[in-house]
């Protein structure tokens, strides 16, 4: 018969498709440990990510907590004006949550692709400025210094 393959050719293809099989069975292995990784890498950036979540909503709720209860338990030994203080620290830590969730949410839904950035030219002093009067209050045991590059 024309085209047969004798013995030595048949070898010689059956050891060429066996390395290519190896080859294949190698290159999915790597694949598969790439997904891994990531999938490792992407479950530890999202426990990073919640604990960093939970430290910032907790801080705020500690104060907010704290300035209700001592309005609670001893708002007879304030006066006006520190009542009025702590009224303002609740509600100014209050909104920073709101504004916090409020972000949490609009991240998830430009992530899952259900909203649209509009983006808008920002000074970083005026972000860093907001940042550092909601830690202010919080921060009377810190030296805090801020150096703006030029």
Avoid at 52 to 57: E, G, K, N, R, Y
Avoid at 63 to 89: C, M, P, R, V, W
Avoid at 90 to 115: A, F, H, K, P, Q
């Amino acid at each position: 018969m024309a085209g047969a393959l004798d013995a030595s050719e048949q070898s010689i293809l059956l050891s060429i498709l066996g390395e290519t099989a190896l080859a294949l069975e190698n290159e999915k292995n790597i694949r598969e440990k790439e997904a891994a990784a990531i999938l490792a890498e992407s479950e530890q950036l999202r426990a990073n990510l919640l604990r960093a979540i939970s430290h910032d909503l907790r801080t705020p709720l500690t104060t907010i907590s704290g300035n209700a209860g001592n309005l609670l338990h001893n708002s007879h030994s304030f006066d006006d004006e520190t009542k009025q203080q702590i009224y303002a620290d609740i509600y100014d830590d209050s909104m920073w949550l709101t504004n916090l969730v409020e972000n949490l949410l609009y991240s998830t839904r430009i992530e899952e692709g259900r909203m649209m950035l509009k983006t808008s030219p920002e000074l970083v002093s005026e972000i860093i400025e907001e940042a550092m009067q909601h830690i202010r209050p919080n921060a009377k045991k810190h030296s805090i210094t801020v150096n703006y590059g030029d």
